[in-house]
């Protein structure tokens, strides 16, 4: 079966109405058995000559148009940052089809990771609105941050899903951040938002796993961001993982709704609101703050520093003893 102008096979609805763009692993890759070289003087337009990077891809596709990016299977290592600079493109990872599954959900992904080499920077820039993200394991290198936002301006439709952030593969360092909304015109600082980026991004995370092999730095870092992050994961595999969610300035009008933090190691708290400047308030609901023993376990706060103007947690559960049983009771102490 072949994949139609409109990237479903052919008999199927079509589900993209743009061009889907290919972007292959390596210079060199296989199909179907078959050996080609990928290259940025390629058109794209099928798997069989794809192209070598995703910033290729955006320059080739046309804004707003329903384009998508998929990336082929196997482990992406680019040696810059990709730049996301024209709205409404999607960019996924190789997964099943679609258009054979009633609710639109694929039966699972083909293992595609995004990472980089040679070169001390991000991975993914977004700097356009009204772009998707999917199916993918990003996997930053040790001291930045996995996707940011290097730009000051509004970004509004945003859309992160079914995303695994590796922090547990590189050397372990506390600048080590998964998906980092703080991150605005390359400043420096707590949230490294510039004095002049006031801007706001908003959007959609869901189905996302933030997976922490140690002291790395937060896992979601949502500044300058209106948000509603659903059915996320927060898990650590060693040492202790100090942040793994952060609200800082203007996270406004933000909603963390049935996720979940674990760990066989330590986590120092769930979410910190330390550095927050919430006018438009932090809702936390239907949430579970989990350990695995009596010996690794979050602490008592697991929810900390905001005010109490700026946060509402409704119907989240804290595991309050050594045998896993959850219990409503420690709420009142979760906001310490």
């Known amino acids: 079966m072949w994949i139609s102008h409109y990237g479903t096979l052919f008999g199927a609805p079509p589900t993209v109405t743009g061009t889907v763009w290919w972007v292959a692993p390596s210079a060199e890759y296989t199909v179907a058995g078959k050996t080609y070289n990928a290259s940025n003087d390629n058109d794209g337009r099928s798997p069989q000559r ?40 999607s960019i996924i990872g190789a997964v099943g089809p679609r258009a054979y599954f009633p609710n639109g959900t694929p039966p699972g992904r083909l293992p595609v990771i995004l990472t980089t080499t040679g070169t001390n920077d991000e991975v993914l820039s977004i700097q356009s609105a009204n772009t998707e993200v999917g199916w993918l394991t990003i996997r930053p290198t040790s ?8 730009v000051d301006a509004a970004l509004p ?27 605005r015109t390359n400043a420096t600082g707590v949230a490294k938002i510039s004095a002049t980026a006031t801007s706001v991004a908003s959007g959609y995370v869901e189905r996302c796993t933030f997976w922490s092999g140690g002291a790395q730095g937060v896992g979601l870092e ?21 942040t793994p969610m952060r609200f800082a300035t203007n996270a406004d009008n933000c909603v963390v709704e049935n996720c979940l933090w674990t760990t066989t190691a330590t986590m ?11 006018v438009g308030g932090v809702i936390i609901a239907n949430s579970n703050f989990c350990i695995s023993s009596a010996a690794t376990n979050l602490s008592a706060d697991s ?27 420690a709420i009142s102490r979760m906001l310490g």
């Open 50 to 89: 794809a192209i070598r990077t995703i910033t290729q891809a955006v320059t080739n596709a046309t804004a707003d148009a329903g384009d998508v990016i998929v990336l082929l299977p196997g482990t992406h290592t680019v040696t810059a940052t990709q730049v996301v600079n024209k709205s409404g493109l």
């Open 143 to 150: 001291a930045f941050s996995g996707i940011v936002f290097d």
């Open 157 to 183: 439709g945003l859309y992160f899903h079914d995303l695994f952030f590796d922090l547990e593969t590189q050397v372990v360092d506390i600048d080590t951040i998964g998906l980092d909304f703080g991150h």
């Open 222 to 242: 949502v500044a300058t961001a209106w948000l509603h992050i659903k059915n996320c994961r927060f898990h650590s595999t060693a040492g202790t993982w100090a």
């Open 268 to 278: 120092s708290l769930a979410i910190d609101g330390t550095d927050a400047n919430v």
């Open 303 to 329: 929810i900390r520093g905001f005010a109490s103007t700026e946060v509402v947690v409704s119907d989240c559960y804290q595991v309050s003893n050594a045998n896993g049983t959850s219990s409503v009771a």
